[in-house]
């Protein structure tokens, strides 16, 4: 089945007759809470923002504590944050004559570059014009590469794609099983981050070999796995995704690494770090924009994590807050220069295994979801919060997950693992799950071209219902704005302050001669304001 | 005596299913080595009926096998943190006729673990699968301070509040995490001389009442608790300790 556009002339989606009118006013309603939102981050800017432009101008290595060169930048400038700290790193470019790589060795040695007096402006200026146009050409280049795979091997290319995540903690294990499971089918992988790193507030430099949970995401990790995908595609002859975790208090960090190594997509939701990670949501909220507009300068696209919603909140009672947050999350996209096919909106199969007819519902607000964003690289979630030591039945859950994957066409299927209750997957749990996606897949290919569905059935009544209770929460929620409804817990049952978790320190009004070329450059590419 | 082996389908057959991973590459020679280490295990017979191909480097297979190796259930020892739950009825009449005062009960996901579903399930109001959580038993104060909660911040505020007992939830159990992190916990009680002064209480889905106590809680509960297990457990101690 082909993504179905929607036809001007149409009043409904064509199979679940969900109204556009509606659909409409959802968006319009969401554009509203989001241009509040977006007045505050317009006149903000964060010490990860200002970490993440030094980064893309060169500033990269660490001391001999491992403290990143951009934090012992920003570190020493916690007075001039506010006008913005890379015409200091470029000054000192201009005035020592120095590569950014020697530069940054002095950095890590003791030269505290706050302290050279600032020089000729029209000086500092042609040097971020150079350290720009750099940056543009070797993100150009790695846009094109990818582009170029892509065509060249899209004939082997099938949907939805087979997402899977490595996590053992050592990038070198990593490879391994990465490789493996590409050769086993995945179309994606997803080096999950170690416990804990989002609170970090620096991302870690240098190849690492332990974490738990996870893998730490630094940039030398990307650059090994990246490689690694590369050469395997190649034997295999398919473009394999490599994607982290664009979220926690480096998000702009993180995506600015992601673009220069080339990952290919970024979890990255505007409201993540705030209901899970109990990061601030001024600081959130303008650390995703930024981040946004350079994963979608190099094309990258983005996951966003409804999915989590529904294991706090129950997902039966609480789905229409999912496609409410997707709303959300698509409009500050947009403003952050995001056209809709990097625009990975998340949902998940997380019903109670026990309801009744749980897997209609489920079906129902897949297609939903599709019928309603039909541009979208929909991001699916397998069911997770409900699997338990019961690896059997996980994996019959795993297999009704996969239907309703292939037969509502989701685009990016991130696949269950019989064993979630129990640890990050072992290498035969990842090929039991692919193996059982491409059975699926395969046998099932046709599914929804052979069926229609009762008009007053429950999967179309379920989707009616669901959307129907989201443009009653926006209303809700663009009367109150953004704010006071996550401070209400009206997402994932979650309540945060306003000024509590963490980073809030982190946040600066950016003065009226703010100066970042590096936003200038983002903000001019992706056509923004 | 009472002898038992796993069972197939004949008393003693001894049968049983394994799967696993060898890095080896993939053939007969894979499918050999698999079948003799399931001997070297001591399985008495093996058949290795599925194999799969993981990578160039790496073999699946999925074997059954048998035993002769038995256990005496008699002689197997287990104390579960309680024998019978009370509902929560019972709880708060047992509290107000035995202990006459309400009980204080602070509770979070400490260390580095985000996960708060566990401990809500425990002690929030809604509770879990039907099961009322703590906040709502009128004899209980109950105040779950969430997750990524510091030890230090824990115990401050078990102090501050005069709690009766500490419940700790550890989800990632990665590496053994948690346990570094409960060690941690006690060292830090044991330092304040507090251990004895509150009823500590451990839970996860790799927690068991067992390992709690090795690492000097009072004890342990795992998957499928509620608020009732651990409400009893809590008041029949408290009891316990006042009588003493
Ligand atoms: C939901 C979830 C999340 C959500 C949590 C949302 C939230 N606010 O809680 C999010 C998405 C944020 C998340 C994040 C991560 N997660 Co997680 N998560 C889960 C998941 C799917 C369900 C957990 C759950 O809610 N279960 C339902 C509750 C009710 O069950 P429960 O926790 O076992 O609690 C019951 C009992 O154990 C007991 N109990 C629990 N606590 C207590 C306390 C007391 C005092 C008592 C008496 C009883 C008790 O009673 C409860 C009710 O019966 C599990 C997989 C699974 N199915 O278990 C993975 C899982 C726990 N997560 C895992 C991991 C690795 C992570 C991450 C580290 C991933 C990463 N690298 O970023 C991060 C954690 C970051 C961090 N700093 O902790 C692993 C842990 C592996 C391990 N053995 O260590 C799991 C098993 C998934 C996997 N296979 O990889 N996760």
Not at chain 1, 175 to 182: E, I, L, R, T, Y
Not at chain 1, 421 to 435: G, K, M, S, V
Not at chain 2, 130 to 137: K, S, T, V
Request: hydrophobic share 40%; charged share 25%; aromatic share 10%.
């Amino acid at each position: 089945m082909k993504t179905r556009k929607a036809k001007k002339n149409l009043k409904k989606t064509e199979i679940l007759g969900l109204e556009f009118k509606k659909i409409e006013k959802a968006r319009k309603l969401s554009d509203g809470i989001t241009a509040n939102v977006q007045k505050y981050i317009n006149l903000h800017t964060t010490t990860t923002i200002e970490r993440a432009t030094l980064r893309l101008l060169g500033a990269d290595g660490a001391d001999k504590n491992g403290v990143p060169v951009p934090n012992i930048i920003v570190d020493k400038m916690k007075d001039k944050i506010s006008e913005g700290v890379s015409k200091y790193y470029l000054n000192a470019l201009v005035k020592s004559g120095k590569t950014p790589g020697e530069l940054n060795n002095e950095i890590a040695n003791g030269l505290d570059i706050s302290k050279m007096e600032l020089g000729d402006e029209s000086k500092i200026k042609s040097k971020a014009k150079e350290m720009v146009e750099a940056l543009d050409k070797r993100l150009s280049e790695n846009v094109k590469f990818r582009n170029q795979k892509i065509k060249e091997y899209s004939s082997n290319e099938k949907k939805p794609w087979i997402y899977v995540i490595v996590a053992t903690g050592n990038i070198y294990e990593d490879v391994k099983q990465a490789q493996a499971a590409a050769m086993e089918g995945a179309d994606i992988i997803a080096v999950i981050r170690t416990t804990a790193q989002s609170l970090l507030d620096y991302v870690p430099y240098g190849a690492t070999t332990e974490g738990f949970g996870g893998t730490y995401a630094t940039q030398e990790n990307f650059r090994i796995m990246r490689k690694a995908l590369d050469e395997v595609g190649d034997k295999l002859k398919r473009y394999i995704r490599l994607v982290n975790y664009c979220s926690g208090l480096c998000m702009p960090e993180i995506a600015a690494m992601g673009a220069m190594e080339r990952l290919d997509m970024m979890l990255n939701d505007s409201m993540y770090g705030i209901l899970f990670r109990d990061i601030n949501m001024y600081r959130t909220f303008t650390d995703q924009f930024f981040s946004r507009m350079i994963n979608a300068s190099v094309e990258i696209i983005i996951n966003t994590g409804e999915d989590n919603y529904l294991t706090t909140s129950d997902a039966v009672e609480k789905a229409h807050t999912v496609l409410t947050s997707q709303f959300i999350n698509e409009s500050f996209a947009k403003r952050a220069g995001m056209k809709e096919d990097l625009i990975g909106l998340g949902h998940a199969f997380e019903m109670n295994p026990d309801i009744k007819n749980g897997f209609l519902l489920e079906f129902s607000q897949a297609l939903m979801a599709r019928e309603i964003f039909p541009l979208h690289p929909l991001k699916y979630m397998p069911p997770t919060k409900f699997m338990t030591g019961d690896i059997f039945k996980g994996y019959a859950m795993n297999t009704m997950f996969n239907f309703v994957t292939k037969a509502t066409n989701q685009t990016i299927q991130l696949l269950g693992m019989l064993t979630e209750a129990i640890h990050t997957p072992y290498l035969q749990d990842r090929f039991l799950a692919i193996e059982n996606a491409k059975y699926v897949h395969n046998n099932i290919a046709d599914f929804l071209g052979e069926v229609s569905f009762k008009k007053d059935g429950i999967i179309v009544k379920r989707a009616k219902q669901v959307l129907d209770e989201s443009v009653k929460m926006l209303e809700e929620v663009n009367k109150i704005g953004l704010f006071d409804a996550i401070e209400k817990g009206m997402f994932a049952d979650v309540k945060r302050p306003k000024d509590g978790g963490k980073g809030f320190e982190g946040v600066f009004e950016k003065s009226e001669d703010y100066f970042n070329p590096i936003e200038d450059y983002l903000k001019n590419k992706l056509k923004i304001r | 005596m009472n002898l038992v082996k796993p069972y197939g389908d004949t008393l003693n057959d001894g049968a049983m299913q394994i799967s696993f991973t060898l890095p080896v590459p993939f053939g007969g020679k894979a499918k050999e080595c698999a079948k003799l280490y399931l001997e070297k295990l001591g399985f008495k017979k093996a058949d290795i009926v599925h194999m799969a191909e993981l990578s160039e480097s790496f073999s699946f297979f999925v074997a059954y096998v048998k035993t002769d190796v038995s256990i005496d259930y008699d002689s197997v020892e287990f104390t579960p943190a309680i024998d019978k739950a009370m509902s929560m009825d019972e709880v708060n009449a047992f509290i107000k006729e035995k202990i006459k005062r309400k009980v204080v009960v602070v509770g979070a996901a400490t260390g580095f673990d985000a996960h708060t579903v566990g401990i809500d399930a425990i002690m929030n109001m809604k509770g879990y699968n039907h099961h009322f959580g703590l906040e709502r038993y009128p004899m209980i104060e109950a105040m779950n301070m969430g997750a990524q909660v510091p030890n230090e911040k824990l115990i401050e505020t078990a102090k501050k509040i005069n709690a009766d007992a500490i419940l700790i939830s550890q989800i990632v159990t990665q590496k053994d995490s948690h346990i570094k992190n409960l060690t941690n916990f006690i060292e830090l009680i044991e330092a304040e001389k507090l251990r004895d002064k509150f009823v500590l209480i451990v839970g996860g889905p790799r927690i068991n009442n067992k390992l709690a106590l090795e690492l000097g809680f009072d004890a342990g509960f795992g998957p499928g608790t509620y608020a009732e297990d651990v409400a009893t457990f809590i008041v029949k101690k408290l009891y316990e300790k006042k009588v003493k």
